[in-house]
């Protein structure tokens, strides 16, 4: 079974910046296409994913602020989140994507708050 642990997240002031991490307990890790998430209510929103040839996209709302990447050789992937915002306080969730399976993460909370 493949587990997802992320850390990193906490309590931060608006304009501040978490670096948010997602290890794998794998070592296929470079076959995943690995995202990041975060909690709206009824659903998760994607916020940024990364490929893997290292392809990027994110969520309109985060672009310019955070960057996704990843570290193949400690199988984990990041997400930098800089200029935070109270509006991305949500429980953020890494996730992994294979051929016809995903994996998810616990999650971890960030709270953006003066």
């Known amino acids: 079974q493949v587990q997802l642990v992320e850390s990193g997240g906490g309590l931060v002031q608006p304009g501040g910046s978490l670096r948010l991490s997602c290890a794998a307990s794998a070592n296929i890790f470079t076959l995943y296409v690995m995202g990041w998430y975060r909690q709206a209510p009824g659903k998760r929103d994607l916020v940024a994913r990364i490929?893997?040839?290292?392809?990027?996209n994110y969520a309109d709302s985060v672009k310019g602020r955070f960057t996704i990447s990843r570290d193949n050789a400690k199988n984990t992937v990041y997400l930098q989140m800089n200029n935070l915002k109270p509006e991305d306080t949500a429980v953020y969730y890494c996730?992994?994507?294979?051929?016809?399976?995903?994996?998810w993460g616990q999650g971890t909370q960030v709270t953006v708050s003066s």
């Open positions: 996730k992994a994507d294979v051929p016809s399976r995903e994996y």
């Open positions: 490929g893997t040839s290292g392809r990027t």
